[in-house]
């Protein structure tokens, strides 16, 4: 027999502990199937900023929504076309600990107790250096009696003669090409708990 998400809810939200919430949210999640494990998967391999633009959009819209079914979401503004520290760190502390405590394949209404484990968010530095082509417009003098040749000279030796500049636009035609050299990396543990809901 299946149980609406409304009868869950109101079974599990009796006791107003945090972990009975996540064990209602957890619950929730098993119903959106692999999506939670999929989105973790996308998070940890390809990082917050193309989730606007990919496929994985939606299972997100999915994974909040379900924090205001339970009661884990104080509300706030809507999503605002980017992602905020607190929010990165809520939804992957809650998906590494739906993954860890079984996801899909566990019964979060019959379960005991939950385990909760620290999510791990890596702060990385990165010395690089990568080409970039400017657009813009030299502005020189050139004395000269010739047109044609002042013409010639500006073309072939602008710095030699440019008295001024102006950059309007860059482009980075290389962005795959990177000199790297990590110079900084420290862990951070995300604690699961309710302070993240506030």
Do not use: C
Not at 152 to 170: G, I, K, V, W
Request: charged share 30%; hydrophobic share 30%.
């Amino acid at each position: 027999m299946k149980l609406s998400l409304v009868h869950i809810l109101k079974e599990n939200m009796d006791e107003n502990s945090f972990k009975q919430k996540l064990k209602a949210y957890f619950h929730y999640l098993t119903i959106l199937g692999d999506e939670p494990k999929k989105l973790l998967d996308y998070i940890e391999n390809s990082g917050w900023n193309n989730l606007n633009r990919s496929d994985f959009k939606s299972s997100y819209d999915k994974i909040i929504s379900g924090l205001k079914l339970v009661g884990l979401d104080p509300g706030g503004p809507e999503y605002l076309g980017y992602f905020s520290l607190r929010e990165k760190e809520k939804v992957y502390s809650l998906l590494v600990n739906y993954e860890h405590n079984g996801g899909k394949n566990t019964d979060f209404k019959r379960i005991g107790e939950i385990e909760l484990i620290p999510a791990k968010v890596w702060r990385v530095e990165l010395d690089y250096s990568e080409p970039v082509i400017e657009y813009g417009s030299f502005f020189g003098e050139i004395f000269n009696r010739s047109k044609e040749k002042a013409e010639q000279l500006m073309l072939n030796y602008p710095y030699d003669f440019m008295s001024d500049r102006e950059t309007y636009d860059h482009d980075y035609p290389d962005r795959e090409k990177f000199a790297e050299e990590l110079t900084n990396i420290s862990s951070e543990d995300i604690i699961l708990e309710p302070s993240l809901f506030t």
